[in-house]
């Protein structure tokens, strides 16, 4: 999967931004209050998260257009641990350090968890 993310990364460099942008964009959502939100689940393809305001200032739809590829050729990887693995791969691409990665998030079906 994060091989098929560079290859993402290597063909379009804006994807760099795209994708560090979308997995901070997703992990921004979580609120302490309730402790909805954040990457698990990736409720930010949904609204009401694709909708609030700071997630509209990010292109969170062009980063998860080009995440669909990798989806369909991983069905097997939750949204979720796609956003934040290329989230990794971006911030590694650009810095050249290695992160450690932790997979198990499960996606939700909607966005009303988020309500």
């Given at each position: 999967?994060?091989?098929?993310?560079?290859d993402?990364?290597?063909?379009?460099?804006t994807?760099?931004?795209?994708?560090?942008?979308?997995?901070?964009?997703?992990?921004?959502?979580?609120?302490?209050?309730?402790?909805?939100?954040?990457?698990?689940?990736?409720?930010?393809?949904?609204?009401?998260?694709?909708?609030?305001?700071?997630?509209?200032?990010?292109?969170?739809?062009?980063?998860?257009?080009?995440?669909?590829?990798?989806?369909?050729?991983?069905?097997?990887?939750?949204?979720?641990?796609?956003?934040?693995l290329?989230?990794?791969?971006?911030?590694?691409?650009?810095?050249?350090?290695?992160?450690?990665?932790?997979?198990?998030?499960?996606?939700?079906?909607?966005?009303?968890?988020?309500?």
């Open positions: 999967v994060r091989s098929s993310i560079q993402a990364i290597d063909t379009d460099p994807n760099v931004a795209a994708f560090a942008s979308l997995a901070f964009a997703c992990s921004r959502t979580f609120r302490q209050t309730d402790y909805r939100g954040g990457c698990n689940g990736a409720r930010i393809r949904f609204p009401p998260e694709s909708e609030w305001s700071d997630n509209l200032r990010v292109d969170t739809n062009g980063a998860l257009d080009a995440l669909e590829p990798i989806k369909q050729a991983h069905p097997d990887v939750s949204y979720a641990d796609l956003i934040v290329a989230g990794h791969t971006a911030i590694e691409h650009s810095s050249g350090l290695k992160m450690n990665f932790c997979g198990g998030r499960v996606d939700d079906d909607s966005g009303d968890a988020s309500i």
